[in-house]
């Protein structure tokens, strides 16, 4: 095998293994593997993953170190002509150490002449290099117009989902303070009408319990009035002088008469239906119904 020159081996320490080309603008990765600026960059765009093309290794830091002495190199190697830009590298057969001008499409490998009539290739097909690097570009080409055409598509599908997500977020959040108001509001209903419906029975207990606590003071006094009289009576059943007993007797008859009087036990009761609760359930909703809908016309 033909062993490479100073200049051939000088010159491949000086191209970029992504273009193939000299330096250019190099940086070096935490790897401690170079490339061009813009080949990385470009790299890392593509793959969407910071990764090294050489070793594969993650760079978790993006900051690219400006490596100046392979820069400087590079251009040394532009200006003498090691290596012209925009001809392909002179590779060689390690078999037949032949120049490789082929391009087997059935092994997707490059060959020389002579592998082409070896057994090994007899019946495959084969391009010329540069036709080959032709029709693999437009190949490549149309792959990435079409990988183009379908991330523009899903990236415009991403910013609908976000803008639906968005508005459903948003939604939720309107919702949310309006459920909040509206059973602030109810609460209010609710506890205005059960101290309207406290005064309401405080008032309707005042009004029945007046006539009655009265009518108990005169039947407590009646109660009273026939104590004494019995106390009278008890006194007079013990006179031992007739005439004083007969005028007593006279007297007693009178007073009774003129104070004693009739009464009954004054019966009223609370509405208790208005007070019960599937009463109250039905009232307050259908109040608070009608507080809402007077909100809604307003």
């Known amino acids: ?13 000086l191209i970029c ?35 090294c093309p050489e070793c594969r290794e993650v760079i978790a830091d993006r900051t690219l170190r ?6 400087n190199l590079a251009e040394k190697a532009r ?3 090691l290596y012209p830009k925009g001809k ?15 391009f087997c499409v059935t092994d997707k490998t490059l060959i020389c002449v002579i ?4 057994e090994e290739h007899r019946e495959h097909r084969f391009r010329p290099i540069k036709e080959a690097v032709k029709i693999y570009t437009d190949q490549l080409k149309s792959s990435l117009d079409s990988l183009t055409k379908k991330i523009l598509d899903f990236q415009e ?25 509206q059973f602030a509001e109810l609460r209010q209903i609710i506890t205005e009408k059960e101290q309207s419906l406290l005064r309401e029975l405080r008032e309707e207990e005042k009004r029945i319990l007046n006539p009655m606590e009265k009518n ?12 004494e009289e019995i106390s009278k009576l008890k006194e007079q059943m013990d006179q031992k002088d007739s005439v004083m007993f007969l005028k007593e007797e006279a007297r007693r008859n009178r007073r009774i008469n003129d104070d004693i009087q009739e009464l009954s036990v004054t019966d009223e009761t609370l509405s208790v239906e208005k007070f019960d609760h599937l009463y109250l359930l039905n009232t307050v909703l259908r109040e608070t119904l009608d507080a809402i809908n007077r909100d809604c016309r307003v």
Request: glycine content about 2%.
């Open 88 to 102: 392909e590298s002179k590779r060689h057969c390690e078999e037949h150490e032949e120049e490789l001008k082929l």
């Open 79 to 81: 200006n003498l002509n």
């Open 66 to 71: 400006v490596n100046r002495a392979l820069a």
């Open 216 to 227: 108990l003071r005169e039947i407590q006094e009646n109660i009273r009035i026939i104590q």
């Open 17 to 51: 293994p992504v273009c193939l080309d000299f330096f250019t603008d190099p940086v070096t990765l935490e790897c401690g593997h170079n490339f061009c600026r813009s080949c990385i960059t470009r790299y890392w765009e593509r793959e969407r993953r910071n990764s």
């Open 157 to 181: 599908k991403e910013q609908q989902q976000k803008e639906k997500i968005s508005g459903v977020q948003e939604q939720s959040h309107s919702l949310q303070s309006h459920i909040t108001s």
């Open 1 to 13: 095998m033909a062993s490479k020159g100073p200049a051939e081996s000088l010159s491949e320490e």
């Open 115 to 118: 592998c082409a009539v070896a």
